[in-house]
């Protein structure tokens, strides 16, 4: 007969977890750190590559003011530190999954890993998509609604902020197919629910994506469709793994 565990033991197993937490977010920083160094050398010609869409769509003559003094030093930073979180998140999810993944079962562990590469490359392709073919289009319509008379000279930290959020947002919602995977999985729907809602996801894309664009029906619409597509992609996803869900049960059973 084992032992009751003991309150000491129950407080060593939590310290222990503690421990491994704080070496687990060192090592993701440490990751981050790594990548940005290298990249604060190239910081301005990244803020060159990211600045190409406005720049092509900018009238003759016009160009990018920096309204602070510290503008043209921050901004290019602040951009570097991004895209080294954004290659890092690799191995940051990494590391968070080799924290969480010992407490969880064999089915989890089988469905958690291919959720956790498709929602990575998912934010990769949704920011791809954004600066590929959004933000032409957006800067396209801003510079030719333009009154007459009026410069067009966007300042270069909110022209960061507002291509980052809109990488935020197309990131976000490019993981539609991964959200509805989990509810599925979790049992709070159906794919049978799913699919009859279809109606009211269309209607929903349309308004996540007038409120997170600029007021203009193109880039809405480069957000409306792709999630709409999406959702038809998450439900495939959902129902492919009720069907083999309770086969590979049926398996780890016997």
């Known amino acids: 007969m084992s032992e009751p565990e003991s309150p000491d033991d129950g407080e060593q197993s939590f310290i222990s977890h503690l421990v491994e937490l704080r ?27 990211l600045a190409l869409p406005l720049i092509r769509h900018l009238p003759q003559g016009g160009t990018m003011i920096a309204t602070e003094v510290a503008s043209p ?47 990575v490359i998912l934010f990769y392709i949704g920011c791809a998509f954004a600066y590929f073919l ?49 509810l599925v999985a979790l049992g709070v729907v159906t794919t049978e629910q799913l699919a009859s809602s279809r109606r009211y996801a269309i209607v929903g894309s349309f308004v996540i994506a007038a409120v997170l664009t600029p007021p203009d029906v193109l880039s809405q619409t480069m957000l409306a469709v792709p999630m709409c597509l999406l959702y038809e992609v998450g439900i495939f996803g959902a129902r492919t793994l009720t069907r083999t869900e309770p086969k590979a049960s049926s398996s780890t059973d016997g």
């Open 23 to 49: 070496e687990r977010l060192l090592k993701a920083v440490a990751a981050v750190l790594l990548v940005l160094l290298p990249l604060l050398f190239f910081a301005n010609k990244l803020y060159g590559w």
């Open 73 to 119: 030093f921050l901004t290019p930073l602040k951009l570097a530190f991004f895209v080294a979180v954004l290659i890092a998140i690799p191995f940051v999810l990494y590391q968070l999954w080799a924290f969480v993944a010992p407490g969880l079962y064999r089915q989890e562990k089988r469905l958690a890993v291919p959720l956790l590469v498709s929602a």
């Open 134 to 182: 959004v933000l032409p289009a957006v800067f396209t319509f801003m510079t030719h609604v333009a009154p007459a008379g009026v410069a067009v000279m966007p300042d270069i930290g909110h022209y960061l902020s507002f291509v980052l959020g809109l990488f935020l947002a197309f990131g976000l919602c490019f993981e539609v197919p991964v959200v509805l995977v989990i």
